[in-house]
């Protein structure tokens, strides 16, 4: 199985949220996962930033796998640069594009 999940919102409780969503997909013994993504755009740039609160969660989450990805285009309205992201963030065109091609390749869709 493979599942994405997109991460919109600047609610720092939902950054929590979704990466304690991600934890316990990987953590479910019940399924055999093959690949876990979380895309963010909009507000859910914060999450990925180097002064995200849940900057070691998102890191460590990294190091079992997960991909993060950013959409430019957030950038692009923002004074966030490539540079203020957490490293191994990667960015992609759109985050919309991204979710669909993901969702294309099989990705299950999860919006916590």
Known sequence: MKA????????????????NNVANLLDDDSIDLDAVAVVTNSGGLALVTE??????????????GVAFKQCRNTLA???????????????????VGELTRLQAEGYAYIKP
């Open 4 to 19: 994405v999940f997109h991460h919109s919102n600047d609610d720092t409780v939902l950054h929590e949220r979704v990466v």
């Open 51 to 64: 002064n995200s609160p849940q900057r070691e969660h998102v890191e460590t989450l990294m190091e079992h």
């Open 77 to 95: 309205g923002t004074d966030t640069t490539a540079e203020d992201l957490i490293d191994g963030v990667e960015l992609v065109p759109a985050g």
